[in-house]
C-alpha cells in the first residue's frame, strides 16, 4: 500500500471509524496504527490469518462505500486545499503591504503619511484578522 493510500485510509477512518463494527475497530487500529502483523492479530483474538485479513478488507472496503455516498474526506481536503491558497494569498498581500508602507512613509511623504500609515495599520489588521479566522478553522488539523 502505498503512503498516499495509507492517508486516505486513515482520514477515511478519522471519518467514518466510528460506523464500522467493533471487532472492525479494534483489527484497523491494531494493524494500522500499532503495526501489527496478521497472525498478530490472529494470535491475540484466537482467529485465522484469513479471519483477520478478510475483516480488514471489509473495513476498508465499508469505509469507502461511506466515502463514496458522504464525500466528507473529500469536502475537507478540498476546503483544507483552499485554505492554504488563501493563507498563501494573505501572505503576499500583507508582503505588498509592507513595501506600500515603507514607500509611503519615507522622506518627501509629508503631511500625507499619517493618513496613510493609520490605512496601512488598518489594512494590515484586517489582513491578521483574516489569518487568525484561517487558523482557527484548521486548529483541529495540528
Same mark, same amino acid.
Given at each position: 500500500?502505498?503512503?498516499?493510500?495509507?492517508?486516505?485510509?486513515?482520514? /477515511? +477512518?478519522?471519518? +467514518?471509524?466510528?460506523?464500522?463494527?467493533?471487532?472492525?475497530?479494534?483489527?484497523? &487500529?491494531? +494493524? @494500522? @496504527?500499532?503495526? !501489527?502483523?496478521?497472525?498478530?492479530?490472529?494470535?491475540?483474538?484466537? %482467529?485465522?490469518?484469513?479471519?483477520? +485479513?478478510?475483516?480488514?478488507?471489509?473495513?476498508?472496503?465499508?469505509? &469507502?462505500?461511506?466515502?463514496?455516498? /458522504?464525500? !466528507? %474526506? &473529500?469536502?475537507?481536503?478540498?476546503?483544507?486545499? %483552499?485554505?492554504?491558497?488563501?493563507?498563501?494569498?494573505?501572505?503576499?498581500?500583507? &508582503?505588498?503591504?509592507?513595501?506600500?508602507?515603507?514607500?509611503?512613509?519615507?522622506?518627501?511623504?509629508?503631511?500625507?503619511?499619517?493618513?496613510?500609515?493609520?490605512? %496601512?495599520?488598518?489594512?494590515?489588521?484586517?489582513?491578521?484578522?483574516?489569518?487568525?479566522?484561517?487558523?482557527?478553522?484548521?486548529?483541529?488539523?495540528?
Amino acid at each position: 500500500m502505498t503512503a498516499e493510500n495509507q492517508v486516505r485510509l486513515h482520514l /477515511l +477512518y478519522d471519518f +467514518y471509524g466510528q460506523l464500522l463494527t467493533e471487532k472492525q475497530r479494534s483489527f484497523f &487500529e491494531l +494493524y @494500522h @496504527h500499532d503495526d !501489527l502483523s496478521l497472525g498478530e492479530i490472529a494470535e491475540q483474538h484466537g %482467529v485465522s490469518r484469513q479471519a483477520v +485479513y478478510d475483516i480488514l478488507k471489509r473495513a476498508e472496503r465499508t469505509l &469507502e462505500e461511506l466515502e463514496s455516498k /458522504l464525500q !466528507l %474526506v &473529500e469536502r475537507f481536503l478540498r476546503e483544507r486545499q %483552499v485554505v492554504e491558497e488563501l493563507d498563501r494569498e494573505l501572505a503576499a498581500l500583507q &508582503e505588498d503591504i509592507a513595501r506600500l508602507a515603507g514607500g509611503l512613509g519615507g522622506a518627501g511623504a509629508g503631511q500625507d503619511a499619517g493618513p496613510r500609515d493609520e490605512l %496601512v495599520a488598518r489594512i494590515r489588521q484586517r489582513v491578521r484578522g483574516i489569518r487568525e479566522r484561517l487558523r482557527t478553522l484548521t486548529a483541529d488539523e495540528q
